[in-house]
Structure formats: structure tokens, C-alpha cells
């Protein structure tokens, strides 16, 4: 799988813009606020439909337009496929994959696989339970159109049984309508839950071996998955908080809630982990998601790398870069300097200057 070519027209700070990738090492460098992450966001949205930052389609339009695109020319598998978005201020976006629409973002899901890498993943294991939710909810959302399904309709769902649980004071008669939301989201968030228990089970397939690889075989690291509420309990557990519920007008207990725990050599890295370990798990952690597309999809993700390397120290740039092997790759950086003095091969580079982009090979 290679991106071959991007086009963007009233995209972020683009008013037009026409970029051919190399199949290798693809170098995107500038100063700050130029545009560089503003084309990896369109890389990461033709793929999911979704900015990697949960920025909403009106955000991502030029200011000056009321409509923006994203065309993308993919290889895969020896075959030329093409994504079309159209972004729209007052509707939804419209996807076409090779000139036909698409109803459902599940059906382009699959199509172009990305692995996204930015300075926020190195603060994963130590942030909040929602950055953690968030890698699991993005990667399993690319590789499993059940799973994205099921997330979609709990979601819906709950936001409908906050709705009621707002209202039932000044209508007590809502109350009753509690039941038939709780029966639906019991079901998809039992769904979520078993398969967050089997994706733990993958990542840990491959985590091992890269883990200890990078910490030179001191360190053995384990994602343990902590659900607020498991399978069984979950339909009593929703039962029992129905009276909290109300009184704090939304709902308490679910998959929404949920957590992943990593553990080096039986450690909590969150709790009593250095910065060096929590950043090294980060790093095997993104590097264990590209080895589970692969295992997947049998097929190699873009690996779409956002200025990240600054943030690692020598040890760590050169082992990411080596793991890199034949993964088409897009890094944005705001000089050469690294990879000039540490003498790392790139295969073509651009300049980006105020949402211009220069080939300078």
C-alpha cells in the first residue's frame, strides 16, 4: 500500500495543492504552523473520515470557502484506487471510492490503513484513561467495521439516555423509557467489551518481543486491559446506578469509562514508571500497532510520522526509523538536521512554507 499522490483544495490552509509521494521515506520539513501536520490530518481523514484530532469538517475548511476536498491516489496491491472527500460546512461530508459514493464510512474503511505518530502518543501511558481509550477507539476502528459499528450505535445510544436522564426531573415520566435504552446499550457495550479483551490479546502477541528489543532485554511490557464494568456485571451495574444516574444527569457506568494499564515487568509504567520508560512503551506501542495492520490487513499501513522524532532522543530515532524497513512514510520535521547528521536515508523531501509545498528532489 503506497499513497501516490494528495490533492487538496480549500483544505486548512491550502487553497490548492498537488503533493506526488515517493513509495520510501517522504520528508516534510518547515517551521512551525506552516501546514506540515495539515497534511497528514488530510492523509489520516481520507482513511477514517475523521481528523486524528477530532476536529469537526467545518474546522477543516479554508475560512475563505464553504466547501473543501481531499483527493487521494492510492497503490494498492498493484492496483490504482482513488479516495474522494467532499467537505461541506452545513452537511455531511460526501466519500467516493473510485468515483462511486459510499452510503457508509465503514465501507472505506480498509482501504488506505495509516498508522499516525505524533509527539501526544509519547504521553499516552501516562495520561488520562480517555488518550488511551482514544488509541484503542482509533486503531480498532480502522481494522474492524463491527467494531465500528458497535462504537457508533453505544455512542448514539448514550448520548440519547443522557438526553432522558437530563429531563426526567421535569418529566417523571421518562422514566420508563430508561429500560429500552439501557437493553441497547447493554448490547453494544457488551460487544465493545470482548473485543477490547481480544485486541489486548493481539497487542500483546507482538508487544513482547519489541519491547524488550528497545530496552535491551531489561524489560518485558504487557497492555492489560481495565473495564470500568465487565460483561457479566454490566446489566446489573447499569440497573443499580439508574437512581445516581439521574441525579447527576448522566450515565455512569460503561465502556466509556475504561482503561488500559501497562505494565513493565509487573510495574504500573503510569504510577511508578521514569519518563524514559513511559516514552519507550509509547514508542513500542506504536510500533506493535504497525505490526498488527500487517497481520491483518496482509498488507503494510502508511506510517504518517508528525514531528515526533524531535521529541525522542538518538537511541530511540534510530530504532523507529530502522523498524521502519519497506513502510511508506511521511515525516514532518521542522529541519534536516537529524537525519543529515545521523545519516538516515530519505527518499524525497518538500519544503512547506505558508501552505505552499516545494519539491526539493
Do not use: W
Not at 515517493?22 to 501536520?37: E, H, R, S
Not at 490503513?113 to 482514544?134: G, T, Y
Not at 448514539?156 to 429531563?167: A, C, D, F, V, W
Not at 506493535?288 to 510520522?305: A, F, G, H, Q, Y
Request: glycine fraction near 4%; hydrophobic fraction near 35%; include cysteine.
Amino acid at each position: 500500500m503506497i499513497i501516490k499522490s494528495l490533492e487538496l483544495e480549500n483544505y486548512r490552509n491550502y487553497k490548492s495543492l498537488k503533493i506526488e509521494f515517493d513509495k520510501g521515506v517522504n520528508i516534510l520539513y518547515g517551521d512551525n504552523a506552516q501546514g506540515k501536520t495539515n497534511i497528514l490530518e488530510s492523509i489520516y481523514v481520507s482513511a477514517t473520515a475523521r481528523s486524528h484530532k477530532g476536529a469537526r469538517d467545518k474546522d477543516i475548511i479554508n475560512f475563505d470557502a464553504e466547501e473543501g476536498h481531499i483527493k487521494t491516489l492510492l497503490d494498492k496491491d498493484g492496483l490504482e484506487r482513488r479516495v474522494d472527500m467532499h467537505l461541506r460546512r452545513s452537511k455531511s461530508k460526501g466519500v467516493a471510492v473510485d468515483k462511486v459514493r459510499i452510503k457508509k464510512t465503514a465501507e472505506l474503511l480498509g482501504i488506505l490503513n495509516v498508522v499516525f505518530f505524533s509527539p501526544e502518543d509519547l504521553s499516552i501511558i501516562k495520561n488520562a484513561p480517555a488518550e488511551r481509550r482514544k488509541f484503542a477507539n482509533m486503531e480498532l476502528c480502522q481494522l474492524d467495521q463491527i467494531y465500528l459499528y458497535n462504537l457508533n450505535n453505544y455512542n448514539k445510544i448514550m448520548t440519547q439516555r443522557n438526553n432522558i436522564l437530563k429531563e426526567i426531573n421535569f418529566r417523571p415520566d421518562y422514566r420508563d423509557m430508561l429500560s429500552i435504552y439501557d437493553s441497547q446499550l447493554i448490547s453494544y457495550g457488551k460487544k465493545l467489551i470482548a473485543r477490547r479483551h481480544q485486541f489486548c490479546d493481539e497487542m500483546n502477541s507482538i508487544l513482547e518481543s519489541i519491547h524488550k528489543s528497545l530496552s535491551g532485554n531489561k524489560e518485558v511490557l504487557e497492555m492489560r486491559y481495565a473495564p470500568m464494568v465487565t460483561e457479566d456485571e454490566y446489566e446489573d451495574r447499569l440497573k443499580a446506578d439508574t437512581d445516581r444516574d439521574i441525579r447527576y444527569k448522566m450515565t455512569s457506568a460503561g465502556p466509556h469509562r475504561d482503561d488500559f494499564v501497562f505494565l513493565s515487568n509487573g510495574i504500573d509504567l503510569r504510577t511508578y514508571g521514569s519518563q524514559g520508560q513511559q516514552r519507550t512503551a509509547a514508542l513500542s506501542l506504536k510500533l506493535s500497532e504497525i505490526e498488527l495492520v500487517k497481520r491483518i490487513t496482509k498488507d503494510n499501513p502508511v506510517l504518517l510520522l508528525d514531528d515526533v522524532l524531535s521529541e525522542l532522543d538518538s537511541n530511540r530515532q534510530t530504532h523507529l526509523l530502522n523498524s521502519i524497513g519497506d513502510i511508506q512514510t511521511i515525516i514532518t520535521c521542522t529541519g534536516l538536521d537529524d537525519f543529515v547528521n545521523n545519516r538516515f536515508e530519505y527518499d524525497k523531501v518538500f519544503k512547506v512554507t505558508e501552505g505552499t509545498v516545494r519539491s526539493e528532489n
